[in-house]
């Protein structure tokens, strides 16, 4: 019964995978790609000139700073929004619902539409008094940081709120027999009892941001502005307009050891066990 | 008893309540009632940044389409991603059952392989599995790129980690004792699972199925490269659409937020049909 997903996960992740460690280390270009098998072995030249003659450092860096940015924003609105829907009052339902739009959107859709809001004589300009590009130059950075936050941060408002409901109510009965104000009880009772779900959400927006290329792609099209060209956009450039693969795929591998330490500071998080008494 | 553990469980004052979540809501709906807004403007209105439509333009949901493909691409991605919903969750109520019921090396290993699998950049298996597609094409003679199949092959792949890790953390809370029950008076594993479990689960397989369906309804990035004209997604369709308006003619904005607004309208209404299970599941863990 297992044979199904097993067969097709070793087909399309875990061939893939290894192939992608071979290809990095082949010259492969548009040329070669027809006898993909016979393209020259170059050890770790990729690997080099990636690191010395493409865009891949400015491109970590981007993806890793933007993603702490986005990541670190969406805290706060997050567990404000979690906290201010935890209270019972009317039309709460409906509130939680609509918090939660932005997440469930699609990227390409989000993307489409914060294009034509940020376009050069778009409703952003308007709204905001400003004037000139939003979606190339140094703002393009800010831009992006906005959508994402936009349509990321409801993630850490879902895990705060699912802290929030299985807090025990003898916390909240603690804190009001120390007579506990409103904020105190918040800032030392409540909120640090949040702590694993919260973490584990900022580990999942970080990751979400560092692979995110729809948004991006979407958002500013290719060739990107340099000051937005994250990393899945240049590998994605690099294959499909430049056609330099074996260079792409060996950034795409450069990526997956950027994934790793988030990676494993989650598995370490998550609970493993199957059931119950069964080990 | 219930309103007074209910005050004491309070957590904001009420007008800071309601400023936090007047803030936050006009965040929330203001880019969407633009975009509700734009879909019924003149394309003009949408390029000179009018806040308010001109008028009501109905037709720009008549006009998209003939200026896109959009009703194929709809097609496309509907026939793909159900196909991706159904299959990926009947094959994750498998795997997870397995994985939950049986003891066997290597278990813990699997599970911690479905969570790491989920942050394996696309970008990453992009190329690798178009190599693999077209050598494939080479060996056997079947044409998989530009065919539905190949991107059907590639979501269902890459929407099993999820579905099997929600139908794990959904199975390990149903009693073992009911499978035993049921194996004592004489039936199959292939019964017990499809007769006693798959009827007991069918949240958790309602969650992995719509999760499924969104990954291929969302996916651009290996539709952009594995489909043709034919097969293109709506979402390729509408990047396509979008990316198309600068430079030249006037750019079709008002029809661009429409069909934006349309692919977005099975997807909203799939989370609010099932809103429930799927917060439940966003929860378990997953990295989606």
């Known amino acids: ?279 | 008893m219930r309103a007074r553990s209910e005050e004491v469980a309070r957590l904001l004052p009420a007008p800071l309540r309601a400023a936090v979540l007047t803030v936050l809501l006009l965040v929330v709906l203001g880019p969407l009632a633009y975009m509700a807004l734009a879909s019924v403007s003149s394309d003009l209105a949408v390029a000179r940044g009018a806040l308010w439509p001109d008028g009501f333009h109905l037709d720009n949901y008549a006009k998209i389409w003939s200026t896109t493909n959009l009703g194929r691409g709809l097609v496309n991605s509907l026939l793909v991603a159900g196909a991706v919903a159904v299959v990926s969750a009947f094959v994750a109520l498998l795997s997870a059952y397995v994985l939950v019921r049986y003891a066997f090396r290597g278990r813990i290993a699997v599970l911690r392989a479905l969570l790491a699998l989920q942050s394996i950049p696309g970008t990453l298996l992009l190329l690798p599995v178009f190599v693999l597609f077209a050598s494939a094409a080479t060996a056997l003679g079947v044409t998989v790129i530009g065919t539905r199949w190949a991107v059907l092959i590639t979501y269902l792949t890459f929407a099993l980690p999820f579905s099997t890790w929600v139908m794990v953390t959904y199975l390990r809370e149903l009693p073992p004792e009911l499978d035993e029950a049921a194996r004592v008076d004489g039936a199959s594993p292939w019964r017990v699972l499809t007769r006693v479990i798959a009827p007991l689960s069918w949240p958790g397989l309602v969650v992995s199925g719509v999760f499924a369906f969104l990954l291929g309804w969302n996916d651009v990035l290996f539709a952009s490269v594995l489909t043709n004209p034919d097969t293109r997604t709506a979402a390729v369709e509408l990047q396509i659409f979008g990316a198309s308006q600068e430079g030249g003619a006037l750019p079709v904005y008002g029809q661009l937020m429409a069909a934006a607004l349309v692919c977005a309208v099975p997807v909203v209404a799939l989370y609010l049909v099932f809103q429930r299970y799927l917060v439940a599941g966003l929860t378990t863990g997953g990295v989606r």
């Open chain 1, 1 to 279: 019964m297992f044979l199904p997903g097993g067969v097709l996960t070793l087909l399309v992740i875990v061939v893939p995978l290894a192939l992608a460690l071979y290809i990095s280390l082949l010259d492969l270009d548009q040329y070669s790609i027809r006898e993909w098998v016979g393209a020259e072995f170059i050890g770790f030249e990729n690997y080099v000139e990636a690191v010395r003659d493409s865009n891949l450092v400015h491109a970590i860096g981007l993806s890793v700073g933007y993603s702490a940015l986005v990541t670190v924003g969406c805290l706060p609105i997050g567990l404000a929004a979690a906290v201010a829907t935890q209270d019972r009052f009317k039309g709460r339902g409906l509130v939680r619902s609509v918090l939660l739009v932005p997440y469930v959107l699609p990227a390409f859709v989000v993307g489409s539409t914060w294009r034509i809001i940020f376009q050069p004589d778009g409703v952003a300009n308007e709204v905001l008094g400003t004037s000139g590009l939003w979606l190339n130059g140094p703002r393009s950075f800010w831009a992006l940081v906005i959508v994402q936050l936009w349509a990321g941060w409801p993630l850490v408002y879902l895990l705060a709120a699912a802290g929030l409901q299985s807090l025990d109510v003898t916390v909240h009965e603690a804190a009001a027999l120390d007579g506990a104000g409103w904020w105190a009880k918040l800032r030392h009772v409540v909120l640090p009892q949040l702590r694993g779900p919260v973490s584990l959400a900022l580990v999942i927006s970080f990751l979400h941001n560092v692979n995110s290329f729809t948004l991006p792609f979407v958002l500013f099209g290719v060739p990107s502005p340099y000051d937005v060209e994250v990393l899945p956009v240049l590998t994605y450039v690099e294959s499909f307009q430049n056609f330099e693969f074996g260079l792409s795929v060996a950034m795409a591998v450069v990526s997956l050891v950027l994934v790793a330490i988030p990676m494993a500071v989650y598995l370490r998080a998550v609970r493993l066990d199957t059931g119950r008494g069964q080990r």
